[in-house]
């Protein structure tokens, strides 16, 4: 991963691990049901952002450094990666 996604991811996790502490503050202290669900909806869509910029780098630059390599079974091997990892992500 390179730095600038690992500084962005990481800052984007911290303020992740935040909303986390607040939902389960939220919970503690009893709150309303349709509230704790709003925060968990934008949990996961902070998680989703998270898991786009981490597959973004990992196209722009391990698939395409396959490519660029010219070996034809580093690209399957990557384009397999690829695929089985997108098939996880949408389950």
Same mark, same amino acid.
Not at 66 to 77: E, K, L, N, V
Not at 79 to 85: H, M, S, Y
């Given at each position: ?38 925060? &968990?909806?934008? &949990?996961?869509? +902070? ?20 490519? +660029? ?16 990892? &997108? ?5």
């Amino acid at each position: 991963m390179h730095d600038t996604t690992k500084r962005s991811v990481s800052n984007r996790l911290k303020r992740i691990e935040g909303q986390v502490g607040g939902l389960r503050r939220m919970v503690e202290a009893n709150r309303y049901c349709v509230d704790v669900l709003t925060q &968990i909806s934008a &949990i996961r869509a +902070a998680l989703h952002k998270v898991e786009a910029e981490v597959l973004g780098d990992h196209v722009s630059h391990c698939v395409a450094g396959a490519f +660029a390599s010219g070996d034809p079974m580093d690209q399957r091997q990557k384009v397999q990666e690829l695929v089985d990892t &997108i098939g996880r992500m949408t389950r």
